[in-house]
């Protein structure tokens, strides 16, 4: 069991690798236990995909030593530059030791890709509504999961469609996607500058869902 353990001047944005991490670990369990088949399901399948993520999440974060982080799914955003939902919502338990409230929380956005990717949804109502301070007024690291159903069939794999929306976000002069050297090979971090003029970085993951989406 991996026991994370906190100085009291520790670093709370870092708690969000953490929760990225048991992301992963819910992912790769997610690919042994699940298949789905798309003329099974509503169109709604984003929601269905990150329902049973953060199901696998909470099951899964005691075994990996963070009973402390909790999830919820759809809460409303009521602090940001216009209301609206979140798609994860991750508040600390351990963060109340430290005399923290519950401003305090980070967000994840998620997304899915289909035949077509969306990548023009991927930034205008992902990217950019962090940059506009709807989402995550309180703090500037956030994340975004994007479940990748289909490989298009002009395109060889995850790492090309990356580069398809990074050339949208070059359109838009944004910041692109970046990836860097992690246990998790789809993960990539960007920078903007939001409208308050701070930084914020963002983590993406794209979960290859190809092997269990019929």
Known sequence: MIEF???????FDKLLDKTFKLAIYSYNYIL???QY???????DRENIYRSDLVRV?????FKYGL?????NKEPEEDEGNGKGRLDIKIEYTRLYEYDFNDEFYHTIECKRFGNTPNYKDYYENGILEFINMKYSPK??????????EKIPKNLKNINEIIEKLNNHLKNKNVNTLQQFKHEFKYTYKSKHKRTNQECMI?????????SIVT
């Open 5 to 11: 353990k906190f100085a009291k001047n520790f670093n």
């Open 32 to 34: 042994n236990e699940k």
């Open 37 to 43: 088949i798309i003329n099974k399901m509503d169109n």
């Open 57 to 61: 999440m909470k099951k899964l974060r």
């Open 67 to 71: 009973n402390f982080v909790v999830l």
């Open 139 to 148: 703090t500037n690291y956030a994340g975004m999961i994007c479940f990748v």
């Open 202 to 210: 963002l983590t993406h993951l794209f979960f290859d869902y190809t």
